[in-house]
């Protein structure tokens, strides 16, 4: 795996990374000097060296990069689900690295929707009560939970499909009651690892035409894929290699998913920070991320344009 075969470049606690200032008004997410080491055995797995990234609000962004290179340790330690070895983490405005799993659940449940590529769903339960169970974790009152899963439901329009277990549901279908259950809390930031990887084209186009919406409703999407063509709805592409961010580009305008997925390169992109990104208008140019500042380890190509 990538991962392991590329330079073991030791912690360095005290170099300075590009966002060491931390957030500002605006951001979202901001990490800096990110690491994530797994312990296995004798052996450890430097998964994420040193990420630095910066997000603002109502941003979309694709996360890409090879298998192994680290994109869902970093969307777990985006989304709460898991603390980072070294580094730090703000998540709108508050240091969130040093915080404890129940700490770490309190605010994921809160600030975060995360949808998973296999959707994560209860087998044995409605796609209502699937929805409901976010609100039952935070002890949201019986009538208003059921009333908030079934506006969500309606809402990716599966009002007609609230009875229906996982497995009378279409992966396209399940997919949509994840997304609701990410939603249900309200959340301003919706991750979503790999949303696409298990649904045909035609699913997966009314899949991101569900992102789009809510990105047009002032949501903050990060999302994760493998795929050019579904990475190419987002308005900023970040791709990951060996645990690093390699490339940090804007997107002049994201594809949208009302017009279906056209052939490739429909979006023309600027490396990012760029002249021609910085005259875009779209809406990414003004979450323009400071990437210029990217780190560079040995070895590393910090940017490869
Ligand atoms: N819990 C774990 N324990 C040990 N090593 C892990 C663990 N999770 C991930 N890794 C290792 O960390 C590296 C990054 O894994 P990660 O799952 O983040 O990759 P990825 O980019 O999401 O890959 P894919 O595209 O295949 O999903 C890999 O080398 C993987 O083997
Ligand atoms: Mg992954």
Redesign the pocket.
């Known amino acids: 795996?990538?991962?392991?075969t590329a330079p073991v470049v030791p912690p360095a606690p005290d170099r300075i990374g590009a966002n060491a200032d931390g957030p500002h008004p605006g951001d979202v997410i901001v990490t800096d000097n990110l690491w994530k080491t797994?312990e296995?055995g004798d052996q450890q797995?430097h998964?994420l060296r040193g990420v630095d990234i910066r997000i603002r609000h109502n941003e979309y962004v694709a996360i890409m990069?090879?298998?192994?290179?680290?994109?869902?340790?970093?969307m777990n330690l985006i989304g709460c689900l898991d603390s980072p070895s070294q580094g730090k983490y703000w998540l709108n405005g508050h240091d969130v690295s040093q915080l404890n799993d129940d700490e770490l659940a309190r605010i994921r449940n809160k600030e975060i929707g995360f949808v998973f590529q296999t959707f994560n769903l209860l087998a044995r339960a409605t796609s209502l009560h699937n929805v409901e169970l976010p609100l039952i974790y935070n002890g949201t009152p019986v009538a208003e939970r059921i009333a908030r899963a079934k506006e969500v439901l309606t809402s990716v329009n599966l009002g007609e499909r609230m009875m229906h277990k996982p497995n009378e549901l279409s992966g396209g279908q399940r997919q949509r009651v994840a997304i609701a259950r990410a939603l249900v809390n309200r959340p301003s930031i919706i991750l979503a690892?790999?949303p696409t990887g298990n649904l045909d084209s035609k699913t997966s186009v009314e899949i991101m035409a569900l992102f789009d919406d809510l990105h047009a409703k002032g949501n903050t999407i990060v999302l994760?894929t493998?795929e050019p063509d579904i990475a190419e709805f987002a308005h900023r592409i970040i791709s990951?290699r060996d645990?690093s961010v390699a490339t940090d580009s804007l997107s002049t305008k994201g594809k949208k998913a009302a017009a279906g997925l056209p052939a490739k390169e429909t979006s023309p992109k600027a490396e990012n920070p760029s002249a021609s990104a910085a005259n875009s208008s779209t809406p990414a140019k003004e979450a323009m991320p400071n990437t210029s500042e990217k780190k560079t380890e040995p070895g590393k190509n910090a940017k490869k344009a």
Not at 65 to 74: H, I, N, R
């Open positions: 795996m990538a991962i392991e797994y296995m797995v998964a990069g090879p298998s192994g290179s680290g994109k869902s340790t970093l690892d790999e994760v493998h990951i645990g």
